[in-house]
């Protein structure tokens, strides 16, 4: 089985920072690809970001240049560092992982920004 966890959710000003962390745990033989995804009161769950385990990345052009998607395959973690952040990045934040062509979600973690 793999466990996949989301932390660092929480409230946060406009304008402000707020850093995600997720952490995959488990049977696990090689994670491929890990991604962000957030889906916001009334919408449907988007991509915020991609990133590959050998670095790769792809953001929504909603985040680029704002968020910052990275991942350490030694510890099976992953980031989700997030600046300048605005009322509409209010959603919950969902981590996915691949592991040997399944698609590993955790259970989301609230982000609350204010204006």
């Known amino acids: 089985q793999v466990q996949v966890v989301e932390s660092g959710g929480g409230l946060v000003q406009a304008g402000g920072s707020l850093r995600l962390s997720c952490a995959v745990s488990?049977?696990?033989?090689?994670?491929?690809?890990m991604g962000w995804y957030r889906q916001a009161p009334g919408k449907q769950r988007a991509l915020v970001a991609r990133i590959t385990s050998s670095g790769s990345t792809n953001y929504a052009d909603s985040v680029k240049g704002r968020f910052t998607i990275s991942r350490d395959n030694a510890k099976n973690t992953m980031n989700l560092q997030m600046n300048s952040l605005k009322a509409e990045d209010t959603a919950v934040y969902y981590c996915n992982a691949v592991v040997a062509t399944i698609n590993y979600w955790g259970q989301g973690t609230q982000v609350t920004v204010s204006s």
């Open positions: 488990g049977s696990i033989f090689r994670i491929a690809d």
